[in-house]
C-alpha cells in the first residue's frame, strides 16, 4: 500500500537519533512555555527561530512542531493541578479538571488528558496522511487566481474566528498586508516604503513583528495587570484511572477528536475553538451532564482530545497548501522559506522525506509526551511557580538577541520595540495581533499572485469568479464573512472568545 | 463628543496608515490592470484601510462602546526603552554592560521589583548567555565592547 510505504518513508527520516532528539527537546520546551503562563508558543516559536537555521530543515520543523503541539499539552497539566491554564486552549479543562483534582482524582484528570490527547494526536496524524497527498495533488493544478482566493478565504477566516469587532480585525488585515509590502518589489526593483532606510530593503523581518507583537506586547499586558499567583497543589494519589473511568472516557474522547480535527482545519482558529465546542458538546450530550463543572472525567477528555487534535490537523493546510491558518504555522512558512523550501503543494513530491518525516514525528512526539509528563510532573509544578518578575526580563534578553541574530544588526532590535509598543497599543485598542502577523506574510506572496491572475487573464478582474474553484472559495469566504452577522454565530463567537480569555 | 473611544482612535490609526500607503505610493509606478507596477496593490489596500478608518471613526459617533481603560505607561514605556537602549549599547560596551541594563532596567517595570534577585538574575543571565550565545552559537557580538577599550 502506498500510504505504508510514506509511512515507512517517514518514519526513516523521523527516527533518526538527530530528529529525535530534537523531537523530544522540542516537545520538552513545548511542554514547559505550555506550563508558564504569559508566554505562547508564538512567541517562543519565535524567539528559538534563529536557533533552528542551523539545523537541517526537517530537523528545525520537526522541532518547532513539537513546541507547538507540546505547549497545548503542558498547558492542559497546569489547568488540571493548579487551575492555571498556561495556553488559552486549556482554559475549559480548568473547570472540571481542578475539580477533580481538588477531589484527589488528579490522577485519573490527567491519564485522561493524556490517553485523549495521545488518541487524538494518532487520529490526527492518520488524518493528514490520508488527506494531505490528495489535497496537495488537487492544488498543483491552482493557478495563481485560486491561490489569491484562497489566501482570502483563509484572511477571511482568521478575521472571523479573531476577537473583538469585525471591522477592526479587517482593518489589521489590510494593515498587515500593507506592512509585508515594505521593502523592494521583486517585480520592478522599486524600494517601497523604505524612506531611504538600508536596512529595509528586505523589508520587516516577520520574526521581528512576531516577537513584538507576541513577546513584548504581551509582556506589556501582563505588567498591566500583575496578579498574585498563590499556587495551591493538590496531592496526586492514584494516577490510574479506574473501568469506570475508561468507560466514561472512550465517548467523549471520540467526538472531541472529530470536533478538533474538523475545526482545526479551519484557518485562524488553531485548537482553541475545537476545546470549547467540544466541551460545550458533551456538556449537551452526555448523560453525565449534571456533574459537568462539578469533576466530570468527560469534561477534561472530551476538550483535551479536541484542543491536541486541533492543533495538529492545522498543520494540513499548511502542510499541503502552503497556506498558513495561524500565527505558529505562519512562523513555520517563514522556517521553510529561510531553509529554501517553497511551502505550497509541492512539497510533498518535491520532499517526501520532509512531509513524512514531519508526519511521523508528530506521532512519536505525542509518544514522548505521554512517556515524559508522568514522571516530569512535580517538575512542571515547580516551574509554574517561578515569579514573573523573574520570567519576563528573561524573555526580553532572548528575543533581543535572537532578533540580533537573524542578520546581527541593531535595526531589527529597534524595530522589535516598535512593533511591541505597537501590539500592546492594538490589544488596548482592542484589535487582535494575529489577523495582521498572517496578511503580513501573505501580503507579497498575496501581490504576486493577484498580478499573475491579471496577468494571465489580460487584466480583467472577474477571473476570480469565472474560474470554478477560485469562485467557491470566495463564496466559502463570503459566507463565513456573513455567518458572523448571523446572531446566533456571533453569540458563540462571543462565549468562546470570554471563555477563552478569562 | 465620541461615544467610542476604542472605534475612534482605532479608525484614526487606520486613516493615517491608508492615507500614507496612497500618498507615498504616488511616487512609483501605477501600472495598469494588466501589469501591474509597484504603486498598484499598495494604493488599492491604502484605500481600503482609509475606508475602514473612515467607517469606524463614524461609527464611534453612533454606536457607545466601553472606555478603553488604564495604560500601563510605566511598563510600556520601561521595556520600550530597555530594548531600545540595549540595541544601541550593545555594539560599544559589550553584552556584560548591555544585558544587566535590559535586564535591570525592564524587571524595574514590575510592581514586586527587589533589588537583589534582580542583580543576581542579571548576573546570571548574562553569563548564560555569553556562554550560549556568543561562544555556543557563535553571535558575533563582544563581551566587553570598543567603548570600554575591550
Known amino acids: 500500500m502506498e500510504l505504508l510505504s510514506h509511512l515507512a518513508l517517514g518514519l526513516q527520516t523521523a527516527a533518526t537519533p538527530a530528529n529525535l532528539l530534537y523531537c523530544l527537546l522540542g516537545v520538552f520546551l513545548g511542554t514547559a512555555i505550555g506550563v508558564l503562563p504569559g508566554l505562547g508558543p508564538t512567541a517562543t516559536i519565535a524567539m528559538l527561530l534563529p536557533v533552528t537555521f542551523v539545523l537541517p530543515p526537517v530537523t528545525a520543523l520537526i522541532m518547532l512542531a513539537g513546541i507547538y503541539y507540546g505547549s497545548q499539552y503542558g498547558g492542559s497539566t497546569t489547568s488540571i493541578l493548579v487551575n492555571l491554564p498556561g495556553e488559552a486552549a486549556s482554559v475549559v479543562t480548568t473547570l472540571d479538571g481542578y475539580q477533580m483534582a481538588k477531589q484527589g482524582r488528579a490522577g485519573p484528570a490527567l491519564a485522561a488528558s493524556a490517553i485523549g490527547s495521545f488518541f487524538a494526536g494518532t487520529v490526527a496524524t492518520f488524518l493528514i496522511a490520508a488527506f494531505g497527498p490528495p489535497l496537495a495533488a488537487a492544488a498543483l493544478k491552482f493557478g495563481p487566481a485560486e491561490f489569491f482566493s484562497l489566501m482570502v478565504l483563509g484572511l477571511v477566516a482568521s478575521v472571523v474566528l479573531a476577537q473583538g469587532s469585525l471591522l477592526h480585525a479587517i482593518g489589521m488585515v489590510v494593515l498587515g498586508l500593507l506592512l509585508g509590502l515594505i521593502g523592494t518589489d521583486v517585480n520592478s526593483g522599486t524600494q517601497r516604503f523604505t524612506f531611504g532606510i538600508f536596512e529595509l530593503a528586505d523589508g520587516i523581518g516577520f520574526v521581528t513583528v512576531a516577537m513584538g507583537m507576541f513577546g513584548l506586547g504581551e509582556i506589556i499586558r501582563n505588567l498591566q495587570d500583575e496578579e498574585e499567583r498563590s499556587v495551591l497543589i493538590t496531592k496526586i494519589t492514584g494516577l490510574w484511572p479506574t473501568k469506570e473511568d475508561f468507560k466514561r472516557m472512550v465517548a467523549p474522547i471520540l467526538r472531541g477528536t472529530a470536533i478538533g480535527s474538523v475545526l482545526g482545519i479551519l484557518p485562524g482558529s488553531g485548537s482553541i475553538l475545537g476545546s470549547f465546542a467540544a466541551y460545550s458538546i458533551e456538556k449537551k450530550v452526555s448523560k453525565n451532564r449534571a456533574q459537568f463543572g462539578k469533576g466530570a472525567i468527560e469534561g477534561v477528555a472530551a476538550p483535551e482530545s479536541a484542543n491536541n487534535a ?188 470570554v471563555e477563552g480569555s478569562g | 463628543m465620541t461615544r467610542n473611544a476604542r472605534d475612534f482612535w482605532t479608525g484614526l490609526i487606520y486613516i493615517f496608515f491608508g492615507s500614507s500607503a496612497i500618498l507615498i505610493a504616488r511616487d512609483y509606478g501605477m501600472g495598469t490592470a494588466i501589469k501591474m507596477g509597484p504603486a498598484y496593490f499598495p494604493t488599492i489596500l491604502g484605500g481600503l484601510l482609509l475606508v475602514i478608518g473612515v467607517i469606524s471613526v463614524i461609527r464611534s459617533f453612533v454606536i457607545p462602546g466601553t472606555p478603553i481603560g488604564a495604560f500601563a505607561f510605566k511598563g510600556l514605556l520601561l521595556v520600550t526603552v530597555s530594548v531600545v537602549a540595549f540595541g544601541f549599547v550593545v555594539r560599544g560596551l559589550g553584552v556584560a554592560i548591555a544585558l544587566p541594563l535590559l535586564i535591570i532596567v525592564s524587571a524595574y517595570g514590575s510592581t514586586r521589583f527587589r533589588w537583589r534577585p534582580t542583580l543576581v538574575m542579571a548576573a546570571g543571565l548574562t553569563i548564560f548567555c555569553v556562554f550560549v550565545f556568543l561562544k555556543g552559537l557563535g553571535i558575533p557580538l563582544p563581551i566587553i565592547g570598543p567603548w570600554l577599550g575591550g
Not at chain 1, 512542571?380 to 511557580?385: G, K
Not at chain 1, 485598542?429 to 501580503?443: K, S, T, W
Open chain 1, 310 to 497: 486541533g492543533a495538529q490537523t492545522s498543520f494540513i493546510p499548511l502542510l499541503t497548501l502552503g497556506i498558513p491558518s495561524n500565527p505558529v504555522s505562519a512562523l513555520m512558512v517563514g522556517a521553510m522559506i529561510v531553509h529554501g523550501i517553497q511551502p505550497g503543494p509541492s512539497v510533498i513530491t518535491e520532499q517526501p522525506a520532509l512531509f513524512w518525516g514531519m508526519i511521523v514525528s508528530m506521532w512519536i512526539g505525542n509518544l514522548f509526551l505521554v512517556i515524559l509528563n508522568y514522571p516530569l510532573i512535580g517538575m512542571w509544578v515547580r516551574m509554574i511557580m517561578i515569579p514573573y518578575q523573574f520570567l519576563y526580563p528573561g524573555i526580553l534578553v532572548f528575543c533581543a538577541i535572537g532578533v540580533f541574530s537573524l542578520k546581527n544588526t541593531e535595526f531589527d532590535i529597534y524595530f522589535m520595540a516598535l512593533f511591541g509598543a505597537l501590539g500592546y497599543l492594538f490589544s488596548k485598542l482592542g484589535c487582535e495581533p494575529a489577523p495582521m502577523l498572517l496578511a503580513f506574510i501573505l501580503g507579497p506572496l498575496m501581490e504576486e499572485y493577484l498580478r499573475r491572475a491579471m496577468l494571465l487573464s489580460r487584466g480583467n478582474p472577474w477571473v476570480f469568479v469565472q474560474r470554478p474553484i477560485s469562485a467557491t472559495l470566495l463564496v466559502l469566504a463570503g459566507l463565513a464573512m456573513c455567518s458572523v452577522l448571523i446572531p446566533a454565530f456571533s453569540k458563540t463567537r462571543e462565549e468562546a472568545f
